[in-house]
């Protein structure tokens, strides 16, 4: 069973909170080859390497490169030395999601609020500065292993961090336009959790439950809530597996990251027909959608804004809440540990999630987990 809370719930809860957070600012991956990561997803996803930072910008230990599309900032960092933090999270959970950085007005009163809150400090507020650019940050932890950077940005917002972020002249042949913001992080949590980790974002900071659903596929079933800022633009779909049913995908996820972690990353595009065509030439493996899906599509959900034909022939999942329609497609998992994967969305009015799609991928996830048996 799924239900939506509505836009005046949603800010009547957040109402007094002082984390205003107005979006995510970038995603930092520890991966083992920054480079090799920094390659996959130019070539195949349209991003472009915009800048570095290393030992000889000052940064010690790792060096990071930072990837751009769109309204998005990626960060690939890799250790220089086997004892890194860095090193260390890759031995754990693989090449994975590390931080999930927030826009914020005022990172020194975000950073005070939040721990104030109940959340523990990983880092104090810092600003770095050149040329009249300023850019604060302070962090603290969130779920697992993943951390959540507040970020102030005063002054030419191309500058990622002044002073130890260099950052390249602009691509004369201008970026590609396939996708825009990250819409949602999906999070996969141990049973158990998530409860305490939805209450935890809205008592630190001030988000609301927008969404849930129980689901159930054969023996296996999941718990899943969706949890919001005020702002609207940072969404997380917290995952638990249901205790006493059979293992499923979720359980795989978490015995495979060693613990909880982002299992997806939801790429939001204005039009996911074009965008996964051109995915797909650059070698881009999609999620298979049986053809029965499509022949009940129309019955079950009635006209959609994309042309079946066209929803078929790509694999494009369709769903609706009330506000309209969102459309989805899942990548195959490139991960060595068959973890990370990524996701292509693109809403038609739609806020939050349909009641059909979770269910969708997670029967999808678990053919690709039979056929690799």
Same mark, same amino acid.
Do not use: K, M
């Given at each position: 069973m799924a239900s939506d809370v509505t836009t005046e719930q949603k800010t009547r809860n957040a109402k007094g909170r002082s984390v205003n957070i107005d979006g995510i600012d970038h995603v930092e991956f520890y991966v083992g080859d920054a480079q090799q990561w920094a390659f996959s997803l130019c070539t195949a996803f349209g991003f472009r390497l915009v800048g570095q930072a290393g030992p000889d910008t000052g940064l010690d230990g790792r060096r990071s490169l930072l990837l751009s599309q769109g309204g998005t900032w990626i960060v690939l960092t890799s250790a220089l030395t086997a004892d890194h933090p860095v090193a260390d999270y890759v031995s754990r959970h693989g090449d994975g999601v590390a931080?999930?950085?927030? +826009?914020?007005?005022?990172?020194?009163?975000?950073?005070?609020?939040?721990v104030r809150a109940g959340a523990v400090s990983v880092s104090e507020p810092v600003t770095h500065a050149?040329?009249?650019? +300023?850019?604060?940050?302070?962090? #603290?932890?969130?779920?697992?292993?993943?951390?959540?950077?507040? #970020?102030?940005?005063?002054?030419?917002?191309?500058?990622? @961090?002044?002073g130890v972020m260099d950052v390249f002249a602009a691509d004369p042949d201008g970026p590609e336009a396939l996708i825009s913001v990250v819409d949602h992080a999906a999070v996969c949590l141990p049973a158990g959790q998530l409860d305490e980790t939805v209450a935890f974002y809205e008592k630190v900071f001030g988000f609301s439950q927008i969404f849930e659903e129980f689901i159930e596929v054969g023996e296996q079933a999941m718990d899943s809530k969706v949890v919001q800022s005020p702002s609207g633009k940072v969404t997380f779909t917290l995952i638990q597996p249901v205790p006493g049913r059979r293992p499923g995908q979720i359980d795989d996820f978490i015995a495979r990251h060693g613990g909880a972690g982002v299992q997806h990353l939801a790429l939001l595009s204005d039009d996911i027909i074009a965008t996964v065509e051109t995915l797909k030439s650059r070698g881009v493996p999609f999620l298979d959608t049986p053809?029965?899906?499509?022949?009940?599509?129309?019955?079950? @959900?009635?006209r959609t804004d994309l042309r079946l034909d066209d929803l078929r022939r790509t694999?494009?999942? #369709?769903?609706?809440?009330?506000?309209?329609? #969102?459309?989805?497609?899942?990548a195959r998992s490139m991960h060595v540990r068959q973890t990370f994967f990524w996701e292509v969305i693109d809403r038609h009015g739609a806020r939050t999630f349909g009641s059909g799609n979770i269910k969708a991928l997670y029967e999808a996830v678990a053919r690709e987990e039979t056929a690799r048996v």
């Open positions: 931080g999930i950085a927030f +826009e914020v007005s005022d990172a020194v009163r975000a950073h005070t609020e939040a050149r040329c009249g650019t +300023e850019v604060t940050t302070a962090t #603290v932890a969130g779920f697992g292993d993943v951390t959540h950077t507040f #970020v102030q940005r005063v002054g030419d917002r191309t500058e990622f @961090l002044p053809a029965t899906y499509y022949d009940e599509l129309e019955q079950r @959900l009635g694999n494009v999942l #369709v769903d609706r809440d009330h506000w309209g329609q #969102v459309f989805q497609i899942f």
